[in-house]
């Protein structure tokens, strides 16, 4: 049975259409330009057809003694490390600050919400990092990014403090202590904000190149936004220099690299963002409004 035909069905219809091919086709060019040669780029501009294809940004990235693949594989593991050990401590804290048996929740939550108005600033978060040894080493990678954001502390703590205090009152009277009544009854029931919140930390992770600059020397230990970045500069000092030279037999693939950097960095998290979605619109806003 065809279903009626409805005016304002047809007009939200091609709205998101619209809306869709605005958000696809962007990436879509993104990932063309990538594969183009540069002279057709410098000649023609982009174009979703190039006359010529080329591999060579790849194959420069990821050519013999790259460290490209290496700084991807130290990426994954700091985000996934530090995704898990961020969501874990934030879960903790969220459950604390919802437990209406903890004295003084209202004073501890301040002390939580104050750095997100207040910046010690740059100089002690660096002495504090060097000074517990997280200098040269994977753990400068996790463990400065691993305090939470106060942002997603409260919006779990919302979402907890909408879960029934009977749960946590039957399972005391049961024998459990709050670390169980934390880990095997409020995270479970919490997996759509935990899922929302850690989202937020994986994107920060993988994002992240601010560490690598301030607390990594050993080039072995780059993070590969690091790796890309250092890359993309040193290409474009070659076409400086080149230009400044009159060098024309070989074109650096400036404009290529910069589209095929962002096809890889943004890889993951378009393949994971679809497991994650059902999660990150219920636990953002069920979250959000209750108190």
């Known amino acids: 049975m065809m279903k009626k035909f409805s005016l304002a069905n047809f007009i939200i219809g091609t709205m998101l259409t619209l809306f869709t091919l605005a958000c696809l086709l962007p990436m879509l060019l993104t990932l063309i330009v990538s594969f183009t040669d540069e002279n057709v780029i410098i000649r023609n501009g982009y174009s979703f057809f190039p006359a010529k294809l080329s591999l060579y940004a790849y194959s420069l990235m990821f050519q013999r003694g790259s460290s490209v693949i290496t700084g991807y594989l130290i990426s994954v593991f700091v985000t996934v490390a530090g995704t898990m050990a961020a969501v874990l401590v934030t879960g903790c804290a969220a459950y604390t600050l919802a437990n209406r048996n903890v004295k003084k929740r209202g004073i501890l939550g301040l ?35 691993l305090l939470f ?50 989202l937020f930390y994986g994107l920060g992770y993988w994002n992240d ?53 962002a096809v890889i960095t943004i890889g993951p998290i378009v393949l994971l963002y679809p497991f994650l979605q059902r999660y990150y619109v219920k636990g953002l806003v069920v979250g959000s409004v209750k108190e």
């Not at 970045?229 to 060098?247: E, F, N």
């Open 111 to 145: 002390y939580f919400f104050i750095p997100m108005v207040f910046n010690a600033g740059i100089v002690p978060w660096y002495l504090l990092c060097t000074r517990y040894g997280l200098r040269d080493n994977m753990l400068a990678l996790i463990v400065p990014s």
């Open 209 to 261: 190149w601010w560490n690598a600059i301030m607390l990594i020397d050993t080039r072995s230990l780059y993070p590969i936004q690091y790796l890309l970045l250092q890359l993309r500069s040193q290409i474009s000092m070659l076409r400086d220099l080149q230009y400044i030279a009159g060098a024309i037999n070989v074109t650096p693939p400036s404009e290529s690299l910069k589209m095929a950097t």
């Open 149 to 198: 954001s106060p942002f997603n502390l409260f919006l779990v703590r919302n979402f907890m403090s909408g879960l029934p205090d009977s749960l946590r009152e039957s399972a005391t009277i049961d024998g459990a202590n709050d670390a169980i009544i934390a880990l095997r009854i409020y995270f479970p029931l919490s997996i759509p904000v935990l899922a929302t919140v850690g």
